[in-house]
Structure formats: structure tokens, C-alpha cells
């Protein structure tokens, strides 16, 4: 009975989300007819899988767009092919003066993308991706196997998601109905809790067939840190059996398990807008002018005719075709078209160049359209730019995602003890921990904002030092170094600690010393030959030493 009210509290709660959603599924409706086909309907209950949804569809432009904005996103920030973000503490001093915090650092990292790797997370994030890229808002799903020692992501329809935010306008409440086969119902939360119809259903032919389940993730306002139960959980999670009102599973998480991108947001509203709501007009307009225009290319290239009536079906209308008639002024003529075909063919670019704007297909065809051969400088500038204008997205999708997905990532990790024992300086400061993004775009921004001071600063001396050499002296270069090595994403186990860069100078300092000396013993012996020769005996030189050596007793 406990959980029935639970379930009604529950519903009566998604069902204010539901109204305050309504007017964007209006837009995401329009979004997905004229821009992202392959995305099913928004109705819960008729989504229209498997069906085909793009009769509003006139050109391709739009769709290729998106395409490849998500494909560049994910390729300068998320590839597979290189190490995008690091684990690091809090506080610099700490990873800079302590080489085990930062080797235990590295460490993390290997373990953490070889996680990732094994994953499905690259395939899931291009869905993820177009789903932002276009609606503006979207929902990724993180769980994990832990005896398959794996994680796994699930971006989720649009359709399936309500969300609210707290004063600090992050997202900490997610509902989320979907569908679920009877089958899959017994084999996720058992029978014991299932209505017995639902049990029928799955035991009989229709355990394929489908019923809603709701999954609330809500803060937990009983959170204790110091319990191990549901209770020692941030966040409350309940599935409710939509249909039948009764919770069916109750427990928690210790972190938010869905990761929510708004990639642009309005103060005063909880879901996201993006390109797609930007180029939505320009989209509709190219569809609809492309619709129009089709029927002009067929009246240039089949324009209709007027001929009379005694020719009818003697008229040879096609290649090579020959017509013969006898009075001059009963031959078939062209009837007149409408001259403005290239104008709209001209208005039907414009609205192309509109929407690829939107997606910045200029910026990630930047390299493939340049004029000329670019050097090495003009590439890296390029870059930099095109990093600078991403900025807000990516710090969006920075804020939005991926800080989570490591927040849950690295507890998951952590609480399965797949991490190696951190160092006892790192928790003796508190163990606060950050990531720090390493893409080629978030590279590029470090680049341009860290190591540039530095380039810039060491062109404008350079003229000076020629001058005046002793000007060099102000500064301290092995910090120079390294904090331009590390703006560039040099790994920290190939920088040297400062004790070994002391060991190594103390070294080739020794060896220079020993390398003046045998110089000098050599120029010893071309002034004086003698004394590159063997002492012999009963010499003056032999007697000396010998008396020397008595005295020295």
C-alpha cells in the first residue's frame, strides 16, 4: 500500500514536468520532420518506430549539416584516437612539485579510457551529439557491469526524458518513461514485485509486447554519508509500473547516473536550445522553396506545349524526333515559363550557406577549402581560432556531461577498486580531484592562452637579447619549459622531476670538468713532450717525486 502512494506521489509530481514540457516537443516535432528524420515521434505511446519520417524532406543540406557538426565535435574533442582529458588534483602545486601524485595521476588515466575504450561511449556520443546538436537538449545514461569489469551508455530519446533543475541551474531531477517488454520487466526487477499481469503476459505469448515504466532520479533528501544503504546515496532512484501505479524497485546512486547537455539554455527555462532551433526557419524555407522549385526544373526541362488539334499524337516530342506539317502558322510552340527559375535557385543557396553557418561547416572544413598550402603556423592559428569560437559549446558540454560522466566514471571505478591506492600527500590536501580536457580544440584553446604569452614574449625579446644577452637573466626557463610542454599536452612522465634534472646536470657538469682536464693534460704534452712519457728510473723527475712523497709522510 506504502508504494502505491509512493506511486501516485510520483506521477502527480511528472505529470507538472509534462505540462511544462509541452511547448518545446512542439519545436523538437518540427526539428525532427525538417532536419533529423531518423529520430521517431515524440507521442510515448505511438513513437512510429521503424517508419519512415521524411515526407517534409526537399533537401539534404540540413541533415548533412548536423552530420557533420557531430561528426568534427566529436573528432577535435572525443576521438578514440588520443587521450582527451586527465585526471588532476585541485590544487597545481601538487601535481607540479610531486611526481606520485602525478604518475598515480597517469595511472588513473590509462585505467579510466581503457574503461571507456572497451565501452560503447564513442558510438553512443555521436547519437548524443546530433540529439544536441539538433533539439538543443541531450540524455545519456551511464551504468556499469561489475563483473564484466565494464561500463556501458545509453543516449535516450528526447521523448523518454523530463528534467528540473535546482537554484544553481543544474539538472538533479530526471523522469524518464519509456518503454519495456514484459520479458525484460521479469528479467530486470524479478516477479516478486510485478503486477501479476504483467507476469501472465511474460510467461505467455505476449511477453514481447511493451508496457511504460517511469524512472525517477530525484536528490536524496535523507542523504548520510555514513550509512552503506540507500540511505548513504546522493540521489533517490524509484521505476514505477506506469500502468499499474506500484514502485517496483527502490534504491539510489552515488552519483547522478544520466548526464543532461543543454547546449545553449534560456535563464528561464530547463531544456536546451541549439543550431537546429536557429536554423529551424531557414530549414523549413530551403524545404519549401526546393518543393517549388523541382516543378520549375521540370517545366525547363519538359516545358509544355501548345499544339493544334488535328496534330494530336503526330507530334514527334522527344530526341531526334521530326514533326512535319504543311501550313506555316499551325506549328506547335513553347508556352511561356516563368524567367525567375535561377533566381530561386539563388535564394535556395542562400538558405544553404544560412544553415551550414549554424553548424559551423565552415570552421570544420577550414583545412579541406583553404586556397593554398598552409604552413605549420597558419594550421595551428586556424585551429586556435576555431577553438576560441567553439569555446561556449564545448564549455557547455564540458559542464554538462563530461565533468559528470568522469564524476561517475572515476566512483564507479573507485568503488569496484580498480584505481590504484592514491598517495597519502594527495589525501592528506582533501583529494579533490578536477579533470582537464586535452583535445585537439581544448589544446588548442590551452595553447593560444597559455603557451602564446610565452612564444609572443620570447619573438618581441629575441631583437633584445641580441643586444644585451644578460636580459635572459629574468627569467627562470625550466619553469618556461614545462609549462609550455604541458600547454601542449606533453605527458607528465616524460617531464623530469626537479631532483633528477639536478642529478642530471650535477652529471654532465662532472663529465665537462673531466673532459677540460684531459684537454689541458693534452696541451701539457705537446709543450713539454717529456711529460707524456713514462718516469724512468734514477731520473731527476722520478727523485723529486720520491722526496716529495717522503716529506708529505
Known amino acids: 500500500m506504502g508504494n502505491d502512494k509512493v506511486a501516485d506521489d510520483l506521477k502527480e509530481e511528472f505529470a507538472q514536468l509534462v505540462d511544462y514540457r509541452r511547448n518545446f516537443e512542439e519545436v523538437w516535432t518540427e526539428i525532427q520532420q525538417n532536419l533529423i528524420p531518423r529520430r521517431t515521434g515524440f507521442e510515448v505511446d505511438v513513437p512510429d518506430k521503424g517508419k519512415r519520417h521524411d515526407d517534409k524532406i526537399y533537401d539534404g543540406t540540413p541533415t548533412s549539416a548536423l552530420n557533420l557538426w557531430a561528426q568534427g565535435t566529436q573528432g577535435y574533442l572525443l576521438s578514440p584516437s588520443f587521450k582527451w582529458a586527465q585526471i588532476r588534483p585541485v590544487y597545481e602545486d601538487l601535481i607540479k612539485r610531486n611526481r606520485d601524485v602525478r604518475l598515480w595521476?597517469?595511472?588513473s588515466d590509462a585505467i579510466i579510457f581503457s574503461l571507456l575504450g572497451r565501452s560503447n561511449f564513442y558510438k553512443e556520443m555521436h547519437e548524443y551529439l546530433l540529439d544536441g546538436g539538433s533539439f538543443g537538449t541531450?540524455?545519456?545514461?551511464?551504468?556499469?557491469?561489475i563483473a564484466g569489469r565494464r561500463l556501458?551508455?545509453?543516449?535516450?530519446?528526447?521523448?523518454?526524458?523530463?528534467?528540473?533543475?535546482n537554484d544553481d541551474g543544474i539538472i538533479d531531477t530526471i523522469f524518464r518513461l519509456f518503454e519495456m517488454s514484459y520479458r525484460n520487466m521479469i528479467t530486470s526487477f524479478g516477479g516478486d514485485d510485478l503486477h501479476k499481469d504483467i507476469r501472465k503476459r511474460a510467461e505467455g505469448s505476449e511477453k514481447y509486447e511493451?508496457?511504460?515504466v517511469l524512472h525517477v532520479v530525484k536528490p536524496n533528501e535523507k542523504f548520510d554519508p555514513d550509512k552503506a544503504d540507500a540511505a548513504g546515496k546522493k540521489f533517490s532512484s524509484w521505476?514505477?509500473?506506469?500502468?499499474?501505479?506500484?514502485?517496483?524497485?527502490k534504491?539510489?546512486?552515488?552519483?547522478?547516473p544520466y548526464g543532461v547537455w543543454r547546449m545553449a539554455k534560456n535563464s528561464d527555462e530547463y531544456y536546451g536550445r541549439g543550431p537546429g532551433w536557429d536554423a529551424l526557419a531557414d530549414c523549413k524555407s530551403l524545404h519549401q522553396f526546393?518543393?517549388?522549385?523541382?516543378?520549375?526544373?521540370?517545366?525547363?526541362?519538359?516545358?509544355?506545349?501548345d499544339i493544334p488539334d488535328e496534330r494530336r499524337g503526330l507530334v514527334m516530342y522527344r530526341p531526334g524526333g521530326r514533326s512535319y506539317y504543311e501550313e506555316t502558322d499551325r506549328q506547335v510552340r513553347l508556352l511561356p515559363t516563368t524567367p525567375g527559375y535561377h533566381i530561386a535557385m539563388d535564394r535556395e543557396d542562400q538558405k544553404r550557406t544560412a544553415i551550414e553557418r549554424a553548424y559551423m561547416v565552415p570552421f570544420f572544413l577550414m583545412m579541406a577549402n583553404a586556397e593554398k598550402e598552409m604552413t605549420a603556423t597558419e594550421i595551428r592559428n586556424r585551429l586556435e581560432e576555431k577553438a576560441i569560437v567553439l569555446g561556449?559549446?564545448?564549455?557547455?558540454?564540458n559542464h554538462d556531461l563530461l565533468d559528470p560522466l568522469f564524476d561517475r566514471i572515476f566512483g564507479i571505478a573507485y568503488r569496484a577498486g580498480w584505481l590504484p591506492p592514491a598517495p597519502p600527500i594527495l589525501l592528506q590536501a582533501g583529494g579533490e580531484l578536477e579533470i582537464d580536457y586535452m583535445g585537439p580544440l581544448s589544446q588548442a584553446q590551452r595553447r593560444h592562452f597559455q603557451s602564446e604569452p610565452y612564444r609572443a614574449s620570447l619573438v618581441d625579446l629575441a631583437g633584445v637579447a641580441q643586444f644585451s644577452p644578460t636580459v635572459t637573466d629574468n627569467f627562470n626557463w625550466d619553469f618556461v619549459a614545462k609549462e609550455v610542454a604541458r600547454a601542449n599536452g606533453w605527458a607528465e612522465e616524460g617531464i623530469h622531476s626537479d631532483r633528477v634534472v639536478a642529478e642530471v646536470r650535477q652529471l654532465r657538469q662532472q663529465m665537462q670538468q673531466q673532459q677540460q682536464q684531459q684537454e689541458q693534460l693534452e696541451t701539457l704534452g705537446k709543450a713539454a713532450p717529456g711529460l707524456n712519457e713514462p718516469v724512468k728510473e734514477d731520473s731527476m723527475l722520478r727523485n723529486i717525486g720520491e722526496a716529495a712523497g717522503a716529506a708529505g709522510r
Open 105 to 107: 595521476s597517469q595511472r
Open 138 to 145: 541531450a540524455t545519456m545514461y551511464i551504468y556499469e557491469d
Open 152 to 165: 556501458w551508455f545509453s543516449v535516450r530519446h528526447p521523448r523518454e526524458i523530463y528534467i528540473a533543475e
Open 210 to 212: 511493451t508496457s511504460l
Open 239 to 249: 521505476y514505477v509500473d506506469y500502468a499499474n501505479d506500484v514502485v517496483i524497485r
Open 251 to 256: 534504491g539510489g546512486f552515488h552519483e547522478n
Open 290 to 305: 526546393t518543393k517549388t522549385n523541382i516543378t520549375g526544373a521540370e517545366m525547363f526541362a519538359n516545358p509544355a506545349l
Open 392 to 397: 561556449p559549446m564545448i564549455t557547455g558540454l
